[in-house]
Nanobody, 126 residues
Framework: ERVVESGGGLVQPGGPLTLSCTVS????????AGWFRQAPGKEREGVSC????????FYSDAVKGRFTISRDIQQNAIYLQLNNLEPSDTAVYYC????????????????????WGQGTQVTVSS
C-alpha cells in the first residue's frame, strides 16, 4: 500500500491551491481518507476527512468553508482544494488512509489512520 501527496508550494494570501493524494495497493479498499497538517512547533491536526463508505465529509473549524475534500475513484486520488489561504495555513500537509478501523466521531485523530504519505509543504506568504 502506498500514499503519495503532491501539489504543495508557495502561494500568496487569499490564493488557491490543490493538493493531491494518490493511493495504490489498497485491494480491499479503505474506510476513509483524511488530510492532516503540521506547522512548525505545533502538533499534527486533522483538517478534513472523507468517509468512503457513505461519502460524508468532515472539516475542522479552522478550514470549514475554505477547503473542500473530494475523491476520484478512477484516478485513485483524493484531493484537497484550498481556497482563500491564510498565513496560518502554512504547514506540511499529510494524506492518511483508515484501512482497518474507522470511527467518524474521531475522524480528526491521527491514531485511527493506518497509512500515511510523506507530506507536502504549503507556504502562504506574500
Amino acid at each position: 500500500e502506498r500514499v503519495v501527496e503532491s501539489g504543495g508550494g508557495l502561494v500568496q494570501p487569499g490564493g488557491p491551491l490543490t493538493l493531491s493524494c494518490t493511493v495504490s495497493g489498497f485491494t480491499w479498499g479503505y474506510y476513509a481518507a483524511g488530510w492532516f497538517r503540521q506547522a512548525p512547533g505545533k502538533e499534527r491536526e486533522g483538517v478534513s476527512c472523507l468517509s468512503v463508505t457513505d461519502g460524508i465529509t468532515f472539516y475542522s473549524d479552522a478550514v470549514k468553508g475554505r477547503f473542500t475534500i473530494s475523491r476520484d475513484i478512477q484516478q485513485n486520488a483524493i484531493y484537497l482544494q484550498l481556497n482563500n489561504l491564510e498565513p496560518s495555513d502554512t504547514a506540511v500537509y499529510y494524506c492518511a488512509i483508515a484501512r482497518y478501523n474507522w470511527n467518524s466521531h474521531t475522524w480528526y485523530s491521527s491514531h485511527i489512520y493506518d497509512y500515511w504519505g510523506q507530506g507536502t509543504q504549503v507556504t502562504v506568504s506574500s
